[in-house]
């Protein structure tokens, strides 16, 4: 390799970028967790449920189209590999949709619906002054801004993601019914008494782990914007790439750490 090609004032400001990142990660997570109590105070309970409905209902819709698709494809490819052998069937479906693609399309769904836009908000919020006016109204920023979209998000996710599991397990299943490849009920008595509890709480891990991860990245990016109008979308897609960047290597980590 050309060592012309190598900068190393780049390769400093990534390391840096990257200490920056944890750093600011870390303080917003320990700040959360001691501030959850501020929940309970009606504005703050306000932003958490619109949140939730934002992140969680509001995305439902994207969220069954996708899931039904999935389940539709992976059932159709396993039935016609292994034919109408439920018990193989079964276990293939749990291993793709519950372990690996459950979580993960559905935290790659709230990122594009959900990071892009609460980065974008904070962002705006921030250049235009709006957190220094809640300051000098004696208003924690940290406690109505970044509190209740880090628990709302984070409670979405995990719920996003069960119900993407149940909707891709079940209308992959009657699509193959309606096709004649394996019947209903047989199909779904399969999954229920193949499906183990560590699958299930490594998926609910997961969930929850992407959940912090999105929400606190997405807070981050957005409440360190500065200057012009142009930090809003650098934000916007900064907190996008590092979320996508995060959760596929989370997601390795975690599924090496359980199942390999």
């Known amino acids: 390799m050309n060592p012309t090609l190598i900068n190393p004032g780049r390769i400093g400001r990534v ?13 917003l997570l320990f700040y959360s967790l001691r501030r959850l109590g501020a929940l309970g105070k009606p504005p703050v309970r306000l932003v958490f449920l ?28 396993i039935t016609s590999l292994v034919g109408q052998n439920i018990a193989l069937t079964a276990q293939i479906m749990l ?3 519950v372990r690996e693609l459950g979580p993960l399309l559905s935290a790659i769904v709230i990122i594009a619906r959900s990071s892009s836009a609460t980065a974008s908000e904070l962002a705006s919020m921030k250049i235009r002054g709006e957190i220094d006016s809640l300051r ?90 500065s200057g012009t109008v142009t930090a809003i979308p650098r934000a916007a897609t900064g907190a996008v790439m590092r979320n996508l960047l995060t959760i596929f290597l989370l997601d390795g980590i975690i599924t090496y750490a359980f199942f390999v």
């Open 15 to 27: 390391v840096l970028g990257a200490g920056d990142y944890w750093k600011g990660f870390h303080e």
């Open 50 to 77: 619109k949140q939730v409905y934002f992140t969680g209902i509001e995305a439902l819709g994207a969220v069954t189209v996708i899931a039904t698709l999935t389940g539709i494809v992976i059932t159709t490819q």
């Open 95 to 97: 291993w793709t949709v």
């Open 136 to 225: 000098l109204m004696g208003i924690a920023p940290g406690d109505y801004l970044a509190v209740p979209r880090i628990a709302g998000i984070t409670l979405s996710v995990v719920a996003v993601t069960f119900y993407f599991q149940m909707t891709a397990i079940v209308m992959g299943y009657a699509f193959a019914a309606i096709m004649g490849f394996m019947p209903f009920v047989k199909s779904i008595t399969g999954v229920i008494s193949t499906l183990s509890m560590t699958e299930v709480l490594v998926s609910l891990l997961k969930a929850f782990v992407f959940g912090l991860v999105i929400s606190i990245t997405s807070c981050y990016y957005g409440l360190r914007a």
